[in-house]
Every structure is written in C-alpha cells, then in structure tokens.
C-alpha cells in the first residue's frame, strides 16, 4: 500500500468517529483495558476526565484551520480543547511552525478562491532558531505564545474553546517508548477523545512529512490496532483530497490589523 493510501486509512469520518466513540466507552472490557494501557502513563487529565475533541497545533492562532475546528466545535456533542506544544523547538524549516513566525494573508477573489495578500515577519528566524517557542520574543517583544493567544481573542472573541499546554506530557510520553514516540500521545484517541488532524504529506521540514508520517505516525496507528484491535480515532480537519494544499494556515487579512 502507498504512503498515500495508508495516510487516508488514518482518518474516521465524523459522524462515524463520534458513533465509534459512544460505543467504544460504553463497552467495559475495552475500556479497562484502554485503562490497563495508561496505568504506568497516565492519559492527560483533561481527556481523563471526559472525552473531547482535540486539535493539537504548535501554538493556537487565528488562522483558517483554527476557524474550521472552532466552526466544527460548535456543533459537537462533546467539548473540545486544543493541545500546544509550547516548549517544542522553533524550527523554520517546519512548515506549521514557519506560518506562525511569518504569517500569510489571503484575500478571497471574485469566485471565492483565495490568493495571497501579502505576508509579515513577526519574529527573528535567524536568532530564534532551535529556542522554545515559550522563549521567544517577537519582533516588537511581545511573547511569541502571548502575541498568536492576543490574536485569538481579538479576532475570535467567540473562541470558548480550552487551550493547554501540554508539552510536559507530550515529551514524557515519547520518553516512555522511544521506538514507539506517538503510541501513547494516538492512544488517548481510542476511547478517550477524537484527534482533529490532517496529515499532510508535502510540506517542507526538516525531513519530509512523508517521513515524518511514515516514521511515527503509522507504526504507532498499526501498533494501536494490532493490540486493541481497533483504530485511534482520527477526523481531516479539511478534505482529505485538499490536505496537500498550504492555504489552512493563512490568516484572514482582517488579522494583519491585530499585529
């Protein structure tokens, strides 16, 4: 099977990963054993506590992606909450992570389709490269996680959507099983919440994300089916026919007047 095939039998359709999800907790047997899973790792305490629907992006910020989830978010029978991974290495060589230090505006031509209309440079690439992006200080010296959370909350005031940080979990995580960095991280995905993801397969980093997915991603999502025998529950934040477009990471021009 091809790495494309494999990176669309990653995902759940929504509708279906909610049912999936409602079954699945109410079966017993597998919830102790999901349960037996975390006992030396625990799952993190806000997907203990209740299922969620969960986006995991480097830092929250007001662009098209996150207007999707949180469009999505108001229509689930679940609450939802974003993981950011604060304390990760800024590296502009990662797409995600490139979009949030110089942030692309679009502009919506007469068909609807966006273009591009212009881009800023928030933050020093050369300088701030390799530190935590908690550590870094914009260009105008606001704090880099402060300056994407302002921007939020000015442009999305209607955002009621939990943001945690939960880089402390996350590293321990990998830690627990470096052959296996993502089993722990898609296996609260089982029964415990759905993951709002694309895995996109052409964007730039420091290895491809095809690598990327095909190195961590999919042992971990095989693994988790073959000991459970069930799949993490996994939702395409946007078609999977559209995710190797780079445009869910633009901001609405609108957002340009924020900065």
């Not at 591009?116 to 914009?138: C, E, L």
């Not at 960095?181 to 420091?206: A, H, K, Q, V």
């Amino acid at each position: 099977m091809s790495i494309f095939s494999e990176t669309a039998a990653l995902y759940t359709p929504l509708t279906q990963a909610l049912h999936e999800l409602e079954r699945r907790r109410k079966d017993p047997s597998l919830v102790r054993k999901i349960e037996d899973f975390f006992s030396a790792y625990p799952a993190t305490p806000e997907l203990a506590k209740e299922p969620r629907a969960v986006m995991a992006p480097p830092l929250a910020s007001p662009n098209l992606e996150f207007n999707y989830f949180l469009d999505v978010h108001k229509h689930l029978p679940i609450k939802s909450i974003l993981y950011e991974y604060r304390q990760d290495k800024f590296v502009h060589l990662n797409f995600e992570k490139h979009c949030l230090g110089e942030m692309t505006f679009f502009r919506e031509d007469s068909h609807g389709r966006k273009e591009v209309a212009g881009s800023v440079r928030v933050v020093d690439f050369g300088k701030d490269q390799g530190k935590p992006m908690s550590d870094i200080k914009t260009l105008s010296g606001e704090n880099f996680v402060d300056f994407h959370h302002r921007l939020v909350s000015q442009y999305r005031p209607d955002a009621d959507i939990e943001i945690v940080d939960f880089s402390e979990w996350f590293r321990g995580s990998r830690n627990f099983m470096p052959e296996l960095p993502y089993l722990r991280y898609l296996g609260l995905f089982l029964t415990n919440g759905i993951l709002f993801s694309n895995f996109i397969i052409d964007s730039t980093n420091e290895e491809s994300q095809t690598s990327f997915t095909d190195n961590y991603v999919l042992p971990a999502f095989r693994k988790l089916e073959e000991i459970f025998g069930i799949a993490p529950l996994i939702v395409p934040i946007e078609p999977i026919d559209t995710d190797t477009e780079h445009h869910w990471c633009y901001y609405s021009e609108e957002v340009r007047k924020l900065i």
